[in-house]
């Protein structure tokens, strides 16, 4: 008994084999053997091929709803053809003439040249602009007005808001920390 349970898995595929052989002998009893016999030359094999045909066709036909043929030898009528393939639509542009290709190419060109040159004359009108302004810049000294800064200093400082906000710009404006 022993012996038995320890090799149980070599019992189990001894016994799935056995039952194999046996339903293969069963089968093979009953006349359900696995192959069929092949047809012997090409021209049964032809004929086979032809009655399948013909039968699939009638089975068609008889779905479609049209009158099929009959088996007793009259020749199968042949499927409809195919529609044709729905050709694929290219767009196809039209070219026109060189002369009037020529005639729209220099049109283009001559209003991007009246284009280029209306914004080198602004161009040139902004730096003319730019520079006069500078002169006058240049020309007029300008001096701080010590007495009023100074004036509105005294007036800051004295109110609490006016000193919180000068400590905060002294430590934001002013050296860091590490160098104080």
């Not at 050709?87 to 020529?102: G, H, L, T």
């Not at 190419?105 to 009108?125: F, G, T």
């Not at 010590?146 to 430590?171: N, Y």
């Amino acid at each position: 008994m022993d012996w038995i349970l320890n090799n149980l898995q070599v019992l189990i595929v001894i016994a799935i084999a056995v039952t194999a052989i046996v339903q293969k002998l069963k089968k093979a009893a009953q006349g359900e053997g696995g192959e069929r016999p092949a047809a012997t030359t090409p021209e049964e094999e032809r004929e086979r091929t032809r009655r399948i045909q013909e039968e699939l066709r009638r089975k068609i036909m008889e779905r479609r709803g049209l009158p099929s043929t009959k088996p007793g030898g009259e020749e199968g009528r042949e499927f409809p053809a195919a529609p044709p393939m729905i050709e694929e639509v290219r767009p196809y542009q039209v070219k026109p003439p060189a002369e009037v290709a020529e005639a729209i190419a220099d049109a283009r060109i001559a209003a991007e040249l009246k284009r280029q040159q209306e914004m080198m004359d602004r161009v040139r009108a902004l730096e003319a602009d730019m520079r006069s302004k500078a002169m006058v810049a240049a020309s007029v000294p300008v001096a701080p007005d010590v007495t009023e800064s100074s004036g509105r200093l005294t007036t800051d400082l004295q109110s609490r808001s006016g000193l919180r906000r000068a400590m905060v710009l002294r430590e934001v404006l002013g050296p860091p920390i590490a160098l104080r």
